[in-house]
């Protein structure tokens, strides 16, 4: 079975949500956005380093992609 093609607007939607939900049970999560996987769009999460919980799969039917960035901090 081939995955539905999430749309942009569909993941941009998602973001509000899952950046809430994260950020009460993953403190590595340092922001969330969205990113192209494949031809359709994905909630991107970084995290400051490895999870110690898996992060779901998806949220609110946008796959997420995880990428360990380090600490952010302004420049």
């Known amino acids: ?18 950046l809430q939900m994260l950020l009460k049970s993953h403190p590595e999560v340092s922001g969330v956005g969205v990113t192209r996987r494949g031809r359709g769009w994905a909630l991107k999460v970084n995290l ?3 999870p110690r919980r898996p992060l779901p799969k ?3 039917g946008v796959p997420v992609v995880e990428e360990i960035v380090g600490r952010v901090s302004a420049q």
């Open 58 to 60: 998806e949220i609110d």
């Open 48 to 50: 400051t380093r490895r």
């Open 1 to 18: 079975m081939i995955p539905a093609m999430v749309t942009l607007d569909a993941a941009r939607g998602a973001t509000p949500h899952a």
